[in-house]
């Protein structure tokens, strides 16, 4: 299973290469974007570990280029710029996971092999709720045969809604799971629902995502319990 570094730290890059190798991976790297969007585009990799901060193309624009791409690799994005507003960025132009620099690197394999999981599992999973279905490996959804377009978080949020068909989930819990960073805004989870709401339920008498008083939000059928 190969996996691309793109890191321009010469130290790190050999400590995460060595790690990553002692755990039965093939590992090839990249000191700069442009060589490491190269080779993420023209090669198959099982994940990218991502620095922010490179020479060429930074970080951010190599993951969203790979987005636009509709390259679905996993990307963990690993870096010193580390604030929330950072980290929410990465996360939002379609970075799966974030590691703020300086880290241990049990924390970074546990992550990648988690990523990894996941990813597999994705790639051999459909969803189907009434008549939405959700092709979980090639990420997309459509609703009574209608494709519907998401961006990278309504997409992630949907999923973790339809995975967890028939529970509440909490705000706190979405934040977490989705955007997994406890000190997101307030009212973030909020104003995602109201967007995925939009595109998945409004043009449809069935109404899939419903809202828990006091609880939080869960995607059923409507005819399970009370809901509004």
Known sequence: MRILVVEDEAAILRVVKRGLEQAHYVVDTAQDGTTGLEMAVTQNYALIVLDLMLPGIDGLRVCQELRERRSRVPILILTA?????????????????????????????????????????HRTRTIRIEDLEIDTGQRRVTRAGHEIALSHREY????????NEGQVLTRETIQERVWMDEESYSNTVDVFIGLLRKKIDQNYATKLIQTVRGLGYTLRRPDVGDTN
């Open 81 to 121: 710029r580390g604030t929330v507003p950072d980290r929410v960025h990465g996360l939002e132009v379609g970075a799966d996971d974030y590691l703020p620099k300086p880290f241990d690197f049990s924390e970074l394999l546990a992550r990648v092999q988690a990523l990894i999981r996941r990813d597999k599992m």
């Open 156 to 163: 992630q949020l949907l999923e973790a809604l339809a995975a």
